[in-house]
């Protein structure tokens, strides 16, 4: 449908993914801060978790209530995602090709290794929480796909 298209393209667009990735590049060869790196993640990863799990929502007939609760989910395990890929790019962490891009947006340089787990941890608890009122056998995925961003190691 129309709306489905409308949620990518928002997604993807100069808003969501294309300008986090602007943003990204912009940054390579700085220290950005905290509200940079954070403004990359939410729009270069966090986007399209929340576009997918939306997505999904409303193919299936969501309500108001329960989109608005997905999107907090979504968002939460998109950046919880890119936190813990960024952890396991780090040198504590276990790069899966071998590479490291020290110019690379990352979290670890502004939280530490133990913090930003911390963080990845939190944002995680807060995205089940938020879908803790969806149906349970409707929303078993979800939590499967939470386990395996926080305990991914690759």
């Known amino acids: 449908t129309a709306a489905l298209v409308a949620e990518l393209a928002h997604a993807a667009g100069s808003r969501g993914v294309v300008g986090g990735q602007v943003a990204d590049l912009a940054a390579i060869g700085r220290n950005p801060g905290a509200a940079e790196m954070e403004y990359i993640h939410l729009h270069k990863t966090a986007d399209l978790f929340k576009a997918a799990v939306r997505m999904g929502a409303m193919a299936g007939g969501a309500t108001r209530k329960q989109l608005a609760a997905l999107t ?67 929303s078993k995925p979800l939590v499967a796909l939470a386990r395996f961003v926080h305990e991914r190691m690759y």
């Open 72 to 138: 907090r989910y979504g968002i939460g395990i998109g950046l919880a995602f890119q936190i813990i890929d960024d952890i396991l790019d780090s040198p504590s962490g276990r790069p899966t090709d071998g590479k490291r891009n020290l110019d690379k947006v990352s979290c670890i340089p502004i939280y530490g290794p133990a913090k930003a787990q911390e963080r990845a941890e939190q944002l995680v608890r807060r995205a089940l929480a938020s879908i803790g009122p969806l149906d349970v056998s409707r």
